[in-house]
């Protein structure tokens, strides 16, 4: 169950979590029209930071651009909401969840006349696949639900409609034993997992889906391919065939909840030993540097909460 915190941002203010309701028949409830991110804030030397924040409420307006949902906000302006938020809520390590979504209104598919509302949330998150994940890695599935096909609900928006898919993919992977599903895509080749991308590791290289494959163009697989690059790990954006997945050397998974977590089978066949790889160690231990502050932030990634936004600052 989700710790309430004290407040959550609301068009501008902030509001008693408590207060944070809608009617139900806003359009949001029967049509899925809420596009939405989420974001880490780490504790770090400089007190709690948020990473790549400018980048995920980027993603934000592009996805509401795609549906057509006028904001009342500038980047900056989101941004600087979301420190507020987590600095009203004394927060320190948390999760930072923005909402836009239609609102009440008329009731019927059209969402013009229905408000755009937009929500900032935060509270305590832990580990998302398991506490042992990100050592000992986790067991995944190809689902048999494929992600959305092209031109049918954009990969690119990360809207809550695509999450019906994302649910198809993660039950199944539960209820058969699985802590995590990896979905393909229309075609048959690599797509992505229920909540995170995937990197695959083959002789040193690492080797992703490029987007064109049906995934979220995610921050932390952004990340991870910056990263590479510093590391001089060869990096490729490339499509993938399921085959590829079973004799890989490594393979990982990515994403703002997971970070970077191994996976150590697939479909019950082990990756190489079904040990964390040295690639994917190497990424990881980089990854957690940057995030938690222990190395110098050169990409200007992490957020100070207490700084304002804008002015410079990031
Ligand atoms: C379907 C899907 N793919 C990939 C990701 C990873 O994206 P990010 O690294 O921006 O969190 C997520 C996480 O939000 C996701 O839900």
């Known amino acids: 169950m989700v710790k309430a915190t004290e407040r959550i941002w609301h068009n501008g203010k902030l509001i008693p979590w408590a207060d944070a309701n809608i009617h139900v028949v806003s359009h949001v409830v029967s049509y899925g029209s809420c596009v939405f991110e989420g974001i880490r804030c780490y504790q770090t030397p400089q007190g709690p930071a948020i990473f790549r924040l400018r980048e995920h409420m980027q993603r934000l307006l592009n996805s509401a651009y795609v549906y057509r949902m006028p904001l009342e906000f500038s980047l900056d302006q989101l941004c600087n909401a979301a420190c507020e938020v987590v600095r009203s809520n004394k927060m320190g390590a948390c999760y930072v969840k923005p909402l836009v979504f239609r609102g009440y209104g008329e009731v019927g598919v059209n969402p013009f006349p229905c408000p755009v509302e937009t929500y900032i949330a935060c509270w305590e998150w832990g580990a998302y696949l398991g506490a042992d994940a990100i050592e000992k890695g986790v067991d995944v599935c190809v689902s048999s639900w494929t992600r959305m096909a092209p031109n049918t609900l954009p ?46 590791v083959q002789n040193g290289a690492l080797v992703t889906p490029p987007l064109s494959n049906s995934v979220l163009p995610g921050i932390t697989r952004d990340t991870v391919i910056t990263i590479a690059r510093e590391l001089d790990i060869p990096i490729r954006e490339m499509v993938i065939p399921r085959e590829m997945l079973y004799i890989a050397d490594e393979v990982f998974f990515v994403g703002t909840a997971t970070e970077v977590t191994p996976v150590r089978s697939i479909d019950k066949i082990k990756v190489a030993d079904g040990q964390r790889g040295p690639v994917t160690k190497r990424i990881q231990d980089e990854f957690f540097a940057l995030t938690s502050g222990r190395k110098p932030d050169r990409h200007a990634w992490l957020t100070p909460v207490g700084v304002p936004v804008g002015a410079g600052a990031r």
């Open 155 to 200: 990969a690119m928006a990360k809207s809550a409609a695509n999450y019906m898919n994302s649910q198809l993919i993660r039950m199944e992977a539960m209820v058969n034993g699985y802590v995590e599903g990896l979905a393909l895509d229309v075609q048959g080749n690599v797509s992505e997992g229920s909540g995170e991308n995937i990197f695959v």
